[in-house]
């Protein structure tokens, strides 16, 4: 894989988010640190990805992705990186193995999982991968210290790569 290839795939496997989402974002951040404006949509201090500041890519009817933790030496790789493409990754993967076999729902699976079994409780699982549910303990009662789950998460995620 390209270098950009291989940093979005990490980014993937890191974040949960759809394979869209993904792109998305992977492709944002570049372009915001081009324009200078990285930090309207990266949280430095709580190293946290602000999607729900970019409604028109991130909150849809149905599925939506409003934060993701990710280390500021990881943004900064990206954002060093070049924009990536589903179809150019796939592409690549073909001509050079022969077939394509990438499945990046794999990733999103992999790091629900992954967080769930390093105590990550399944509602913070749900909101890190846009899966918050309507019921009457999340709408009501259930805050999370944003500081202490992107602890746990970033020490979670960084046992992945």
């Known amino acids: 894989m390209r270098d950009n290839e291989r940093i979005f795939c990490n980014f993937a496997l890191i974040t949960g988010l759809r394979i869209s989402e993904a792109i998305d974002s992977f492709n944002l951040i570049i372009k915001l640190q081009s324009e200078g404006k990285l930090d309207e949509y990266y949280d430095e201090s709580l190293s946290c990805l602000q999607h729900f ?5 991130f909150i849809r ?7 993701s933790f990710v280390s500021v030496d990881f943004v900064k790789q990206i954002a060093r990186s070049r924009p990536v493409s589903y179809s150019a990754i796939k592409k690549n993967i073909e001509r050079r193995t022969g077939s394509y076999v990438m499945k990046f729902n794999l990733c999103r699976d992999y790091f629900g999982t992954h967080l769930l079994k390093n105590g990550i409780l399944q509602e913070e699982v749900n909101l890190l991968q846009g899966r918050i549910p309507t019921s009457i303990f999340i709408k009501h009662y259930w805050s999370p210290s944003f500081r202490e789950l992107r602890d746990r998460t970033l020490k979670a995620v960084s046992e992945i790569l």
């Open 61 to 67: 009817r149905t599925k939506s992705t409003y934060i």
């Open 53 to 57: 500041k970019y409604k028109e890519l």
